[in-house]
């Protein structure tokens, strides 16, 4: 499986419920309408929690400051990935994606990268 993982920092005028719930309730339904049709096998989003706790964790490893989240899109090979992306309909998913994630997301804060998972426990 390929993942595609998209590591996010919220936009500085959106305080971080507002984030939260615009991702969730707003984007997350609009994701799903446009990755789904692509081959798209899994859709997650994980939202970071316990806000108050994370510069004291990032502070035992000398990391930056905490995400707001990452989201993952699964494709079953690269092949799969590229293909879906190649496309005109994928073309014009991407494009409305990334509008509506300039509602929220700071791109220049945030990551954006393809990913093999390798299982070393469970």
């Given at each position: 499986?390929?993942?595609?993982?998209?590591?996010?920092?919220?936009?500085?005028?959106?305080?971080?419920?507002?984030?939260?719930?615009?991702?969730?309730?707003?984007?997350?339904?609009?994701?799903?309408?446009?990755?789904?049709?692509?081959?798209?096998?899994?859709?997650?989003?994980?939202?970071?929690?316990?806000?108050?706790?994370?510069?004291?964790?990032?502070?035992?490893?000398?990391?930056?400051e905490a995400f707001d989240g990452l989201a993952e899109l699964w494709w079953d090979s690269l092949e799969d990935f590229a293909a879906a992306f190649a496309s005109e309909d994928g073309q014009q998913a991407g494009r409305a994606l990334m509008e509506d994630e300039a509602r929220f997301i700071d791109f220049g804060r945030s990551s954006l990268f393809l990913t093999e998972e390798h299982v070393v426990l469970g």
């Open positions: 499986m390929i993942k595609l993982v998209f590591v996010i920092r919220r936009r500085e005028d959106m305080p971080a419920e507002e984030f939260h719930r615009y991702w969730l309730e707003d984007h997350g339904p609009l994701a799903r309408s446009l990755v789904e049709p692509l081959g798209a096998r899994r859709y997650v989003q994980t939202h970071t929690v316990a806000r108050e706790l994370n510069p004291q964790l990032a502070a035992t490893r000398g990391t930056a």
